[in-house]
């Protein structure tokens, strides 16, 4: 069975980190490129970042770059979001997905074709 789950969010106080990780199972994960989305409250859901398959390309949201690091273990079957120097408006469900097309149009969701249900991340004081 296909499948991505997401682990790792909670509550954590403003300027504080997370480690959010992304297990796929029935498939082989270093095969796509790996995409992290989020859903704020009352927003439609922001594409953050995107790593490729195999040789460490990555994209960044302006909105997360320089405090989100994106990486993946591929003999693990893992990804994962470095969440750093949190802030309130970060609080959102947080999202792993994948993708087979690597490009400047990486936070299109219409790529990605597996999603995990998503982890809660809650920053507040």
């Known amino acids: 069975q296909v499948q991505l789950v997401e682990s790792g969010g909670g509550l954590v106080q403003p300027g504080g980190s997370l480690r959010l990780s992304c297990a796929a199972s029935?498939?082989?994960?270093?095969?796509?490129?790996i995409g992290w989305f989020r859903r704020a409250p009352g927003k439609e859901r922001e594409g953050l970042s995107c790593?490729?398959?195999?040789?460490?390309?990555?994209y960044y949201a302006d909105s997360v770059k320089g405090r989100f690091t994106i990486s993946r273990d591929n003999a693990k079957n893992m990804g994962y979001l470095q969440l750093n120097g949190l802030k309130p408006e970060d609080t959102a469900v947080y999202y792993c997905?994948?993708?087979?097309?690597?490009?400047?149009?990486?936070?299109?969701?219409?790529?990605?074709?597996?999603w995990g249900p998503g982890t809660q991340v809650t920053v507040s004081s």
């Open positions: 997905a994948v993708t087979n097309i690597f490009g400047s149009e990486w936070s299109d969701e219409e790529r990605y074709f597996y």
């Open positions: 790593m490729s398959s195999r040789d460490g390309r990555t």
């Open positions: 029935g498939f082989t994960l270093g095969h796509y490129a």
